[in-house]
């Protein structure tokens, strides 16, 4: 049995005035931080898509986060390397693991919480 996880103060913030915000083209993921962990609530336009939006940023071939989170808002598709594709919708949460690309349509916006990828994505790399 594995030791449970342990928050020693707290903490009450709002992702409207993060910590830290990251905007790469179509992106805007607002940071917040607490003590020990991080929070990000991730943003995608109409048209994002990793591989033209975060590669440039991220400077590697496909996204190399393993990313757990929450669908708030929006549709977001996302294939792995191995060419296994599904879509998330808003309400889902999900577990995405290194070597992917993602992207929401042209008419319709992406919102994700995320609780595991939020203190290294859209950060230069």
Known sequence: MSTPVAVTKFEVKSHDSPDE???PQKTRVEIL????YTLGR???SPG???SECVKP???T?????SHVGYAVAGRLTVRLQDGTEKT???GQSYTIPPGHDAWVGENERFVGIEVI?????AKPG
């Open 21 to 23: 915000v990251r905007t």
């Open 33 to 36: 931080r607490f003590d020990g």
């Open 42 to 44: 991730f943003n995608f």
């Open 48 to 50: 994002w898509r990793w």
């Open 57 to 59: 940023v991220a400077k």
């Open 61 to 65: 071939d496909l996204c190399q986060l």
């Open 88 to 90: 998330i919708e808003a």
């Open 117 to 121: 990828s939020a203190e290294q994505y």
